[in-house]
């Protein structure tokens, strides 16, 4: 099953802050960030795990609730280049394996 | 350093043609993914393999085969193509080995695929 993401879309002037959120019914190992930009692939934001311990490469910083089953994503001080969609993606242990699931997406689009 | 290689890059075939749709990664990942991205509905799942020999079903396996050849190439064939399967397919790669292994996934720049 999906996890859910809110919004769906955001407009933000460049500056402005967003958070968006990654929901799932079922109980979370981790939970994956990535960015889309228009035409492009898929690029890796990070990964946040139970205990509060996150695995990344950009400036950018997420919550990860096990309790509520729940992440947030916060774009802060947004630049131009933050424009695209966001995907959340929850870990699934198939009990040999580990596949991700990924929400529809946030798409986000920085102005000037 | 190319990281994940898909080809083709764009291909239109007729319904009921069939395909193979190429990805070779060449960072010693253990685990690949195809996934298939459609309009409103994300990265879905189509089908994985943990391992060199080993490949299990995602989401969305129905009208498709893959086939992990080797560590490095893992590919996805459309046996029978329907207007249903047009769409972007993407590959991924990553460190993950067997069990629950967080590992970021990286991803091939995917094929546009439309069937008429």
């Known amino acids: 099953q999906q996890p859910v993401q809110s919004p769906q879309a955001v407009i933000l002037r460049e500056g402005e802050d967003a958070v968006i959120n990654c929901s799932s019914s079922?109980?979370?190992?981790?939970v994956h960030w990535y960015r889309q930009k228009h035409g492009e692939a898929p690029v890796f934001l990070m990964i946040?795990?139970?205990?509060?311990e996150q695995k990344g490469h950009e400036k950018i910083s997420a919550s990860f609730n096990e309790k509520k089953q729940q992440s947030s994503l916060y774009l802060t001080a947004s630049q131009l280049s933050y424009s695209g969609t966001y995907f959340c993606g929850t870990l699934v242990y198939t009990g040999t394996a580990s596949k991700l699931t990924f929400g529809t997406g946030t798409r986000l689009q920085v102005t000037l | 350093n190319a990281g994940v290689t898909q080809t083709p890059k764009f291909q239109v075939l007729k319904t009921g043609q069939s395909m193979t749709l190429q990805c070779a990664q060449d960072m010693n990942h253990n685990s690949m993914y195809w996934y298939r991205q459609d309009p409103g509905m994300g990265l879905r799942l189509i089908y994985y393999?943990?391992?060199?020999?080993?490949?299990d079903k995602g989401e969305v396996p129905n009208g498709y085969n893959v086939s992990r050849l080797n560590k490095r190439e893992f590919s996805l064939r459309l046996e029978s193509a329907a207007p249903s399967q047009t769409s972007v397919y993407f590959c991924?790669?990553?460190?993950?080995?067997?069990?629950?292994?967080?590992?970021?996934?990286?991803f091939g720049d995917g094929t546009r695929l439309s069937i008429l």
């Open positions: 946040l795990l139970k205990g509060g």
């Open positions: 393999s943990a391992s060199e020999g080993t490949t």
């Open positions: 079922k109980a979370l190992y981790s």
């Open positions: 991924a790669s990553s460190e993950a080995r067997a069990g629950v292994d967080n590992q970021p996934q990286h």
